[in-house]
Nanobody
């Protein structure tokens, strides 16, 4: 599976962005898809996860602000980010996995990764 992440950009605090993770090679519907982020000088951290369009999981830091959803016809998983904060600034990565939600926060469970897309939130 080849993953392409896009949609990053510069936004003011309180604004919104929608990231896209589009797959080629295989259908994403048979995979769980996670979003991770990495800020300069920090470790990569789990953000959100979706499996089969029904099971979702979010990091505590983004609950209530971020949602994740799929468009299977477009083979794409989206991360809708609302009420953005400066601390959300990071490179965001999408990845595909076979594991269930309870194991989705571990980056080493993921088989395929997309390149990062930069999100910068100004104060």
């Amino acid at each position: 599976v080849q993953l392409q992440a896009s949609g990053g950009g510069l936004v003011q605090a309180g604004g919104s962005l929608r990231l896209s993770c589009t797959a080629s090679g295989r259908t994403l519907s048979s995979y769980g898809v996670g979003w991770f982020r990495q800020a300069p000088g920090k470790e990569r951290e789990f953000v959100a996860f979706s499996r089969s369009g029904y099971t979702t999981r979010f990091a505590e830091s983004v609950k209530g602000r971020f949602t994740i959803f799929r468009d299977n016809a477009k083979n794409t998983v989206y991360l809708q980010m609302n009420s953005l904060k400066p601390e959300d600034t990071a490179a965001y990565f999408c990845a595909a996995t076979r594991v269930i939600a309870s194991r989705a926060s571990a980056s080493d469970e993921y088989l395929f990764w997309g390149q990062g897309t930069q999100v910068t939130v100004s104060s």
